[in-house]
C-alpha cells in the first residue's frame, strides 16, 4: 500500500512538472522588471500634491474633450500633461492616441472612486459605417470586434494611469452562461476589453481593471515598435484570456483576480493568454502579486494562462514561426483554484519542451 501510495505521489509530482514547469535560479535572472524594463527608468509619478493640473475634468463633462486639449505628441517638449478627474462614473469609451505624455489621476484616497466605464462587445452589431470606437474604427464590418470593444485604448507613449478604475460592463448582467446579448455565447462574441495599451513606456499605478472576458490588452502597435508596460499596487480582474497581447507587460505588487459566476457551471477561467513574437524573449511578467479568485471556483478549475497563437489556425502552429506566447509567475502567492497550463488557442497541448510559460519560487496563500 506504501509503495502504491509512493508512486501514485510520483506520477503527480511529475504531471505537475510537465504542466507547471519551474525555472531554475539561473533561468529567472532573466525573467525580472529591470531585464523586462531594459534602458527604461519609470518616470516618477505625477503628484497634484506637487503640482496644479493642467485640466479637471467634473462629473458631467467628459474625460476625452480634456484628452482632446493636449498637444500632438512632440509639440511641447517631453513635459507631462496633467488631466485630474473628480469622483464619479464617466460612461462612454476613451481615446489617447498620438498624445503629448500624459497623466490622468483619479482619486488618491480611493480607486473605485473614478470610473471610467463602457459597455460595447466584440459581438455587438455595429453599421458599416459607424465607427466601433474613436481610436479603432473597423469600418466595413458590421460588428464592433475585440479591439473595438474597448473601454480605454491608448496608443501614446509616456503615459501614466494614477488611482481610477477602468472597467467594462457589458457582460455583468450574464450568470451561470444565461443572459447573453443575441448570437453571443460561451462560444463566441463575449469579449468586452476594459483597457488597450499600444504605446511603449505607460505606467499603471493603484488602478482597477474590470471586465470578464479580454480585460486587459498589452499590445504593440507594430512589431518594430517597443511596447513596454508597467502596473504597480492595482487590481485586475476578469475570467477568460482576461490578461492577454504581444507587449512586454509586467504586473508587479498587484492583485490577479479571477471572476466567477459568468460562465456555464463547470467552465474554468484561464488568467493570461500572452502571443508572444517567437524571436522575442520577453512577453508577461507576473511578480510579487497575489493570483486570488472570487468565491464558488473549484480548486484548480482555472488555468494559469494559455499561449494565444494570434492569427493560426488549428493544426497549423509551425515552432519559430507562429506565435509562441512567453509568461513567467514568479515570487507571488497563487490560490488554490488555479490549476496548470493549458492547451493554446490553435489547440496544440501544453508541452513545457516547446511552450514558454513557467513559474518560479511561488507558494500557496
Same mark, same amino acid.
Request: glycine share 10%; with cysteine.
Given at each position: 500500500?506504501?509503495?502504491?501510495?509512493?508512486?501514485?505521489?510520483l506520477?503527480?509530482?511529475?504531471?505537475?512538472?510537465?504542466?507547471?514547469?519551474?525555472?531554475?535560479?539561473?533561468?529567472?535572472?532573466?525573467?525580472?522588471t529591470?531585464?523586462?524594463?531594459?534602458?527604461?527608468?519609470?518616470?516618477?509619478?505625477?503628484?497634484?500634491?506637487?503640482a496644479?493640473?493642467?485640466?479637471?475634468?467634473?462629473?458631467?463633462?467628459?474625460?476625452?474633450?480634456?484628452?482632446?486639449?493636449?498637444?500632438?505628441?512632440?509639440?511641447?517638449?517631453?513635459?507631462?500633461?496633467?488631466?485630474?478627474?473628480?469622483?464619479? =462614473?464617466?460612461r462612454?469609451?476613451?481615446c489617447?492616441? *498620438? +498624445?503629448?505624455?500624459?497623466? /490622468? @489621476?483619479?482619486s488618491? #484616497?480611493? !480607486?473605485s472612486?473614478?470610473?471610467?466605464?463602457?459597455?460595447?462587445f466584440?459581438?455587438?452589431?455595429k453599421g458599416e459605417?459607424?465607427?466601433?470606437?474613436?481610436?479603432w474604427?473597423?469600418?466595413?464590418?458590421t460588428?464592433?470586434?475585440?479591439?473595438g470593444?474597448?473601454t480605454?485604448?491608448?496608443?501614446?507613449?509616456?503615459?501614466q494611469?494614477?488611482?481610477?478604475?477602468?472597467?467594462?460592463?457589458?457582460?455583468?448582467?450574464?450568470?451561470?452562461?444565461?443572459?447573453?446579448?443575441p448570437?453571443?455565447?460561451?462560444?463566441?462574441?463575449?469579449?468586452?476589453?476594459?483597457l488597450?495599451?499600444?504605446?511603449?513606456?505607460?505606467?499603471?499605478?493603484?488602478?482597477?481593471?474590470?471586465?470578464?472576458?479580454? =480585460?486587459?490588452?498589452?499590445?504593440?502597435?507594430?512589431? *518594430? +515598435?517597443?511596447?513596454?508596460? /508597467? @502596473?504597480?499596487?492595482? #487590481?485586475? !480582474?476578469g475570467?477568460?484570456?482576461?490578461?492577454?497581447?504581444?507587449?512586454?507587460?509586467?504586473?508587479?505588487?498587484?492583485?490577479?483576480?479571477?471572476?466567477?459566476?459568468?460562465?456555464?457551471?463547470?467552465?474554468?477561467?484561464?488568467?493570461?493568454?500572452?502571443?508572444?513574437?517567437?524571436?522575442?524573449a520577453?512577453?508577461?511578467?507576473?511578480?510579487h502579486?497575489r493570483?486570488?479568485?472570487?468565491?464558488g471556483?473549484?480548486?484548480?478549475a482555472?488555468?494559469?494562462?494559455?499561449?494565444?497563437?494570434?492569427?493560426?489556425?488549428?493544426?497549423t502552429?509551425?515552432?519559430?514561426?507562429?506565435?509562441?506566447?512567453?509568461?513567467?509567475?514568479?515570487?507571488?502567492?497563487?490560490?488554490?483554484?488555479?490549476?496548470?497550463?493549458?492547451?493554446?488557442?490553435?489547440?496544440?497541448?501544453?508541452?513545457?519542451?516547446?511552450?514558454?510559460?513557467?513559474?518560479f519560487?511561488n507558494?500557496?496563500?
Amino acid at each position: 500500500m506504501k509503495l502504491a501510495l509512493a508512486s501514485l505521489l510520483l506520477v503527480a509530482s511529475v504531471s505537475q512538472a510537465q504542466t507547471r514547469p519551474q525555472l531554475t535560479p539561473q533561468q529567472a535572472a532573466a525573467h525580472t522588471t529591470a531585464a523586462y524594463l531594459g534602458d527604461w527608468q519609470p518616470a516618477p509619478l505625477a503628484d497634484l500634491a506637487t503640482a496644479a493640473p493642467d485640466f479637471v475634468v467634473k462629473p458631467g463633462e467628459s474625460v476625452q474633450a480634456a484628452i482632446d486639449r493636449v498637444p500632438a505628441e512632440g509639440k511641447d517638449g517631453a513635459r507631462r500633461w496633467v488631466i485630474q478627474i473628480q469622483p464619479g =462614473t464617466y460612461r462612454g469609451p476613451v481615446c489617447i492616441k *498620438d +498624445k503629448a505624455p500624459i497623466a /490622468l @489621476i483619479g482619486s488618491a #484616497l480611493d !480607486a473605485s472612486a473614478v470610473v471610467l466605464v463602457d459597455n460595447r462587445f466584440s459581438g455587438k452589431p455595429k453599421g458599416e459605417n459607424e465607427p466601433a470606437h474613436p481610436c479603432w474604427p473597423e469600418l466595413g464590418k458590421t460588428s464592433v470586434g475585440t479591439s473595438g470593444s474597448t473601454t480605454m485604448l491608448v496608443q501614446s507613449n509616456d503615459v501614466q494611469l494614477i488611482s481610477l478604475t477602468i472597467a467594462n460592463d457589458a457582460m455583468d448582467g450574464v450568470r451561470r452562461g444565461e443572459a447573453y446579448p443575441p448570437g453571443v455565447g460561451e462560444s463566441g462574441g463575449a469579449q468586452a476589453v476594459a483597457l488597450t495599451l499600444m504605446g511603449d513606456r505607460i505606467q499603471l499605478d493603484n488602478a482597477r481593471l474590470l471586465s470578464h472576458q479580454d =480585460t486587459l490588452y498589452a499590445k504593440r502597435a507594430a512589431p *518594430d +515598435k517597443p511596447a513596454r508596460q /508597467l @502596473i504597480r499596487h492595482s #487590481l485586475v !480582474a476578469g475570467d477568460v484570456d482576461f490578461i492577454f497581447g504581444n507587449a512586454v507587460l509586467v504586473i508587479e505588487h498587484s492583485t490577479i483576480l479571477t471572476r466567477a459566476n459568468r460562465r456555464k457551471p463547470g467552465h474554468g477561467g484561464i488568467i493570461l493568454a500572452p502571443s508572444t513574437a517567437p524571436d522575442v524573449a520577453q512577453g508577461f511578467l507576473v511578480t510579487h502579486s497575489r493570483l486570488v479568485g472570487e468565491p464558488g471556483i473549484a480548486p484548480g478549475a482555472t488555468a494559469l494562462g494559455r499561449a494565444w497563437d494570434a492569427g493560426v489556425k488549428a493544426g497549423t502552429w509551425q515552432a519559430g514561426a507562429s506565435p509562441n506566447g512567453v509568461a513567467v509567475v514568479r515570487d507571488s502567492e497563487i490560490g488554490a483554484h488555479v490549476g496548470p497550463w493549458a492547451a493554446s488557442t490553435s489547440r496544440r497541448p501544453f508541452d513545457a519542451a516547446h511552450n514558454r510559460l513557467s513559474e518560479f519560487n511561488n507558494n500557496r496563500p
